[in-house]
């Protein structure tokens, strides 16, 4: 099960240090958590995830169900075992993925769930609270999510408000069956940028009394920075101070500090391994392409001061000749670094909450930082 340990407020914001207790051990907030989407954080090992200081990871419901199937991983004894990672694993509920693969999405979504095709042979599947609930307890990970809609930051008023409603019967469908008591279950908050409809969603998921909470609907295509800060905002005071407090799918470093400051605990992203793959790197000078042939020569590490197995064993000129010749370990390197600086940011906002110099931290960070664009092009 999940306890969290709410040690600090910052005095000025909202941001807070605490712990959280897992099944494999204690771990501290804020928290970035790498995406093991199929039951791998691409191309990396356990070791070097642990290396560069990983605690809990993700892996997807959606992905496993199809491939290889919940009821082998149960048989060769769970997400831990099957995967050779012993710390914390997190399963998302498949909400996201299944939603963007229902095309008709007033005639695909219902009461009862979601109908749509797999991605891989096209065959019709239905997806409930139900099952998604039952699918994350096989699994047997230590943290299951409740199966929410996630629908698009276009969507009305009077949609939001329907799939709230929906959301929330489905929120406590997903509870009734919950049934590993090793394995804790967060509720998930929706809403979009309405603040009454946060506030209904808040209200009535916390009520349930889950192990934790998420806020959700921050990372659709299409939403604008002001309308993610909004929903962590208004989502934020209904949250009790005893649970954990998850925001998925964040994974850029100004939107992190912005959500500490608000009151955000842990966050995932696909972004660092995604962008490691097309040759880019964060830094704190904004993010870098290697595709740029600036660097052909360049003998210094990715990020100076960096601690990372890339940056203390090679050099630009080594990882830009291997992204140019598409050599698989080029995007490792990278992503080993990405983690990394992400990692190590939460690390530094925790000092920051300790030191009660969050405000100050996050100005220091802005001024170097270029989030709009990549330092350089190619």
């Not at 907030?29 to 290396?51: C, H, N, Q, W, Y």
């Not at 406590?172 to 008591?181: A, C, D, E, I, Q």
């Not at 909470?213 to 005893?242: F, H, Q, R, T």
């Amino acid at each position: 099960m999940i306890k969290y340990e709410l040690i600090k407020k910052d005095n000025e914001t909202n941001a807070r240090y605490g712990k959280i207790e897992t099944n494999y051990g204690t771990y501290e907030t804020p928290m970035f958590m790498p995406v093991g989407t199929r039951a791998t954080v691409k191309s990396l090992t356990k070791e070097e995830l642990i290396d560069a200081h990983s605690g809990i990871i993700l892996a997807n419901t959606y992905h496993l169900w199809l491939r290889p199937g919940e009821d082998v991983i149960a048989r060769c004894g769970g997400l831990h075992k099957f995967m050779n990672y012993d710390r914390p694993i997190l399963t998302d509920s498949g909400g996201f993925q299944v939603f963007s693969l229902a095309k008709n999405k007033e005639k695909d979504i219902s009461e009862e769930g979601v109908i749509f095709k797999s991605h891989i042979d096209g065959k019709k599947l239905l997806l409930t609270p139900e099952k998604s609930i039952e699918i994350q307890n096989k699994l047997d990970s230590d943290i299951a999510m409740s199966f929410d809609e996630c629908p698009p930051a276009s969507a009305s008023y009077e949609y939001l408000k329907n799939s709230v409603l929906r959301t929330l019967r489905w929120a406590l469908r997903g509870k009734k069956v919950h049934n590993n008591p090793r394995q804790a279950l967060f509720g998930i908050v929706q809403g979009g940028a309405y603040e009454d409809l946060r506030k209904l969603s808040a209200a009535k998921t916390v009520e349930m009394d889950f192990d934790g909470y998420s806020i959700g609907g921050v990372a659709n295509d299409g939403e604008s920075k002001e309308d993610m800060y909004k929903a962590i905002d208004y989502s934020i005071p209904y949250l009790p101070d005893d649970k954990v407090r998850y925001l998925m799918g964040i994974g850029e470093p100004v939107d992190i500090i912005e959500a500490v400051i608000r009151g955000v605990d842990i966050f995932d992203c696909v972004l660092p391994t995604r962008i490691a793959r097309h040759g880019q790197a964060f830094t704190r000078y904004g993010k870098i392409n290697f595709h740029n042939a600036k660097y052909k020569e360049d003998l210094s590490p990715v990020e100076e001061g960096c601690d990372c197995y890339t940056c203390k064993n090679y050099s630009k000129a080594y990882i830009r000749h291997l992204i140019t010749t598409e050599e698989m370990l080029g995007g490792r390197l990278l992503s080993i670094h990405n983690i990394r600086f992400l990692t190590r940011l939460t690390e530094e906002l925790r000092d920051a909450i300790k030191e009660g110099k969050v405000l100050e931290y996050k100005e220091n960070f802005l001024k170097n930082y270029k989030e709009k664009n990549l330092i350089d092009k190619k």
